[in-house]
T-cell receptor
Framework: GEDVEQSLFLSVREGDSSVINCTYT??????LYWYKQEPGAGLQLLTYIFSNMDMKQDQRLTVLLNKKDKHLSLRIADTQTGDSAIYFCAEKLTGGGNKLTFGTGTQLKVEL | GAVVSQHPSWVICKSGTSVKIECRSLDFQATTMFWYRQFPKQSLMLMATSNEGSKATYEQGVEKDKFLINHASLTLSTLTVTSAHPEDSSFYIC?????????????FGPGTRLTVL
């Protein structure tokens, strides 16, 4: 199956770290992605990780991948109000062409 | 670089009419373009994949005669919603892949909000 699940909502205070989690069922992922969607807008690629990696860090963003548990997380350090958005994880499967399967999305709200 | 535009950004139409949405890659050649639809507070659902110069591949449950996709050039794909009905109201988003060294990335357009009255 290609189910990709995320928690629906996360609220954090400005300056704290945010951790958004994603679980998937298909183990044949090649790449896993995190996208950000602001209201009424398209998707912005934040970062991606190749499936043979465990971790990737890019400035305030840290991606952790646990292939055994099929779990992907995105940590945002020093969360700012501008980080408020919906975050989608997505996977690209081996043999799936270039198709991406998106998670259900997590709405992050950053409070002052 | 890697900018994808969509036009129009929003459209309101009467039931029974057809609506065309354009997706353009502005600074790269898109060998593959994808069309998604997104309902409020929901995830993106892939509708179809189109490769330049060939017929689109539709996902299960998507009517190819209702959602006509044309990918006539490496920078333009169009989605035509034929005989639109209120249940077709949604946010339609396209993405494009350049097939080059960034082949693992898809670049997304800003989306088109369709409202069918």
């Amino acid at each position: 199956g290609e189910d990709v699940e995320q928690s629906l909502f996360l609220s954090v205070r400005e300056g704290d770290s945010s951790v958004i989690n994603c679980t998937y069922t298909d183990s044949s992922s090649t790449y896993l992605y995190w996208y950000k969607q602001e209201p009424g807008a398209g998707l912005q690629l934040l970062t991606y990780i190749f499936s043979n990696m465990d971790m990737k860090q890019d400035q305030r963003l840290t991606v952790l991948l646990n292939k055994k548990d099929k779990h992907l997380s995105l940590r945002i350090a020093d969360t700012q109000t501008g980080d408020s958005a919906i975050y989608f994880c997505a996977e690209k499967l081996t043999g799936g062409g270039n198709k991406l399967t998106f998670g259900t999305g997590t709405q992050l709200k950053v409070e002052l | 670089g890697a900018v994808v535009s969509q036009h129009p950004s929003w459209v309101i139409c009467k039931s029974g009419t057809s609506v065309k949405i354009e997706c353009r890659s502005l600074d790269f050649q898109a060998t593959t373009m994808f069309w998604y639809r997104q309902f409020p507070k929901q995830s993106l659902m892939l509708m179809a994949t189109s490769n330049e110069g060939s017929k689109a591949t539709y996902e299960q449950g998507v009517e190819k005669d209702k959602f006509l996709i044309n990918h006539a050039s490496l920078t333009l794909s169009t989605l035509t919603v034929t005989s639109a009905h209120p249940e077709d109201s949604s946010f339609y988003i396209c993405s494009a892949r350049d097939g080059g060294e960034r082949e693992y990335e898809q670049f997304f357009g800003p989306g088109t909000r369709l409202t069918v009255l």
